[in-house]
Every structure is written in structure tokens, then in C-alpha cells.
């Protein structure tokens, strides 16, 4: 079965610079989720998308952007980078009524230096 | 914060024995979620139980809700090595299009 699909898996940026995360969501699923886990944390909820509109914002930073497409994949802009972003982000989707739950890709691991 | 703690928040036990682990939330919620995380990797959703189900199994996990005290239990029976990961209750509250984490609990089966 098809799941969620994230790129790339890694990734190594130097302060200051700027990264774009992918997330190809499962199909016919209509909401995307993004999270932040800090190593050690518990993954925190930073934007979601229903149906390309975006539906709800956590503690996502200014420097953050996020957008879905018409195709349903979504990606997340992040621009000016700092140490601290150094974590695992996590792209999910689900169905509106969740009956299964939310569906997680394997993350990206993004490193700051 | 919608969510609150999970408890313990590490776990040791013999393989072949029960594991328990509780969650604890703030807000009114539209269902409560359990999920594995092994070391560094993905999360892989368990079992979804809603604000108006009490009790729920899939095969050898129970979870059980009690939407007046807002906590949750996840029991794991007869514990395999492979059980060992990190486990996290997650809830959907009302009228908002997410998940909340909670801190997880870190389990280790003992051979």
C-alpha cells in the first residue's frame, strides 16, 4: 500500500541558508500535517492543509512557510536557518473523518551547522 | 497546552510481561490516538479510540479512555523484544484539524 512519501531523507544546511522539504501524501487522503521533533522531544505540530487551503497553525516560525499543491503534495520552506532547527520533521495525512488515524512518512532529518 | 503528561516516562520490564502506560489531557477531544515510535525513525499510528468509546483492542493492545478523569491507558500483554520503542498518545481536539503529542514513554523489553 502506498504511504506517505517524504524528501529527501536527509538533509545537511549551514546557518543562514535555506531549505525546502517535499510531501507526497497518500492518495485521496485531504488533509497534510507537518511536525517538528527535536531530539529527545515530542513531535510538535507546526501546520496542516485540508483540500490545499491551509487549516490550522501551531508554533511554526516566521521563517516557515508552508504550502500544498494541486497535485496534493506539500512542501516546507524554511529560510534563514538556525542551529535549533536542527531536528526530524514529519509530513502526515489522513481522511477527514480519521477512521485509521493519521498516516506519518518517515521524516527528514534536517542538520544545521 | 492541550496536552499533558504521559506516565512513566521510561519502562523496563521482562519479555512475556504486561505494559502499561497512561496519558493524561487538558482539553475536550474528538478521539485520542497512540503511536510507536522506534529510535529515529517514523511514527506508526496504533489505535484510535473516540470520546465516545471507553475501550478498544487490536490484537494485543487495549486501550482504554475515560473522557471524565481525561486520561488514557495503553496496555501492551505478553511484551515482545520487539515492543521496545518510544510510545506516544496523541489527541485531536474539538474543532481543530491536528494532534497534540504528548511526552511518550520510553519502553524497553528485557530479554
Known amino acids: 500500500a502506498a504511504g506517505v512519501i517524504q524528501s529527501p531523507r536527509h538533509l545537511i544546511k549551514e546557518k543562514r541558508e535555506t531549505a525546502t522539504l517535499k510531501c507526497y501524501p497518500i492518495?485521496?487522503?485531504?488533509?497534510v500535517y507537518w511536525y517538528q521533533q527535536g531530539p529527545g522531544q515530542d513531535p510538535q505540530f507546526l501546520i496542516s492543509f485540508y483540500e490545499k487551503m491551509q487549516s490550522d497553525k501551531g508554533s511554526i516560525p516566521d521563517r516557515f512557510s508552508a504550502q500544498q499543491f494541486s497535485d496534493y503534495h506539500s512542501e516546507l520552506n524554511m529560510s534563514s536557518l538556525e542551529l535549533g532547527d536542527s531536528a526530524l520533521y514529519f509530513c502526515a495525512s489522513s481522511l477527514t473523518d480519521r477512521p485509521y488515524g493519521y498516516t506519518f512518512g518517515s521524516g527528514t532529518r534536517l542538520t544545521v551547522v | 497546552s492541550q496536552q499533558g503528561e504521559e506516565d512513566p516516562q521510561a519502562l523496563s520490564i521482562q519479555e512475556g510481561e504486561n505494559a502499561t502506560m497512561n496519558c493524561s489531557y487538558k482539553?475536550?477531544?474528538?478521539?485520542l490516538q497512540w503511536y510507536r515510535q522506534n529510535s529515529g525513525r517514523g511514527l506508526v499510528h496504533l489505535i484510535l479510540i473516540r470520546s465516545n468509546e471507553r475501550e478498544k483492542h487490536s490484537g494485543r493492545l487495549r486501550v482504554t479512555l475515560d473522557t471524565s478523569k481525561k486520561s488514557s491507558s495503553l496496555l501492551i500483554t505478553a511484551s515482545r523484544a520487539a515492543d521496545t520503542a518510544s510510545y506516544f498518545c496523541?489527541?485531536?481536539?474539538?474543532?481543530?484539524?491536528?494532534?497534540?503529542f504528548g511526552k511518550g514513554t520510553r519502553l524497553h523489553i528485557l530479554p
Open positions: 496523541a489527541t485531536e481536539g474539538t474543532g481543530v484539524d491536528k494532534i497534540i
Open positions: 492518495p485521496r487522503h485531504d488533509t
Open positions: 482539553t475536550s477531544i474528538n478521539n
